[in-house]
């Protein structure tokens, strides 16, 4: 049986327990208990405190877990990440009171910075080589300078809003995060396959995210051209229509290059294209 850890509950929740369930593993967390195990996959899933998870995971109380590369690094446990989730996004970042002068982090030099990224705050400003003094807090720490208890923070920021309604501003980021896969190094055998598993499905969860199907109806002459922008697995799949001279495409199109290659098929006559989401790619 392998263990994962996930939080319990807060921003990484949701999705994680939506990962689980998209690799068709089925949890009935309806109480919201300490843990609970699937019904249909050898795992047991433990709900903790995000801060908790590294320390678990370095002890072995859980196999694997699921924690923002932030709370990873600030811990430091001796734990492997194993793949980057991409969700959780967000960064650690330094913001100054909108009213201070900030050109460069030379500006930072004496002041006090509160953060509950001590660690991590530590080693950003001895690799820049500045000295300041840094005031560890558990939380709220956006309300620190307009309090008086420092002069600048480092905290976690996705759209900033939170920074903007305290007066602050940022100016460095320290560390771009996402949730990731984090587990421990002496996994027994059987554990180790069980995750191979696991990593198969949410490596299929993810390719189908970053791609779409793709299909159309093109003229027979502009087939070879069609063919060409759109890559797919392998090559596309071409089928006849009853109308003479036109044909229907069928392919894989990487979320990345999705525009592009929609107007080069418009360009190339390409009619009625239908565009469906993937639910699970296995390549
Ligand atoms: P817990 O009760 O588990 O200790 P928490 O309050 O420490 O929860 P959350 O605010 O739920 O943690 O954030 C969990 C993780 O979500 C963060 O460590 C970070 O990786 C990620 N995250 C994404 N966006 C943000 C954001 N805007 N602010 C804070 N964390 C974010
Ligand atoms: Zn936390």
């Known amino acids: 049986m392998l263990k994962i850890a996930i939080q319990k509950s807060g921003r990484l929740y949701e999705e994680s327990v939506k990962l689980l369930k998209e690799c068709g593993i089925q949890l009935n967390n309806g109480n919201k208990q300490l843990k609970t195990v699937a019904e249909n996959f050898p795992i047991e899933i433990f709900f903790l405190r995000d801060d908790d998870i590294p320390q678990y995971v370095y002890d072995s ?3 694997i877990g699921i924690v923002g590369e932030n709370v990873l690094l600030e811990k430091n446990k001796e734990i492997d990440l194993i793949y980057k989730l991409g969700f959780g996004k967000c960064r650690l970042s330094l913001a100054v ?22 660690h991590i705050t530590q080693a950003f400003l001895k690799e820049n080589d500045i000295q300041a003094e840094i005031h560890e807090i558990s939380g709220s720490v956006e309300i620190a300078p307009g309090i008086g208890l420092a002069d600048v923070i480092c905290d976690l920021v996705s759209s900033g809003s939170t920074l903007f309604t305290n007066n ?25 396959q069980i995750l191979q598993k696991l990593l198969m499905r949410i490596n299929a969860v993810k390719t189908a995210k970053n791609n779409k199907y793709i299909l159309l109806n093109a003229p027979n002459h502009q087939l070879e ?59």
């Open 168 to 192: 602050l501003k940022e100016v460095e980021v320290v560390l771009k995060s996402e949730a990731v896969l984090v587990g421990n190094k002496k996994m027994s055998e059987e554990n180790k």
């Open 225 to 283: 051209n069609i063919a060409a922008v759109l890559p797919g697995s392998k090559s596309p799949t071409i089928v006849p229509l009853a109308e003479e001279g036109w044909s229907s495409v069928q392919s894989v199109v990487n979320e990345n290059d999705f525009w592009e290659v929609i107007e080069k098929l418009k360009e190339l006559e390409a009619e009625g294209i239908l565009v469906i989401p993937i639910e699970k790619m296995i390549v």
């Open 61 to 63: 109380v859980a196999d």
């Open 97 to 118: 009171p909108k009213s201070m002068k900030y050109e460069s982090l030379k500006d930072i030099n004496g002041l006090k910075i509160a953060t509950t990224y001590a």
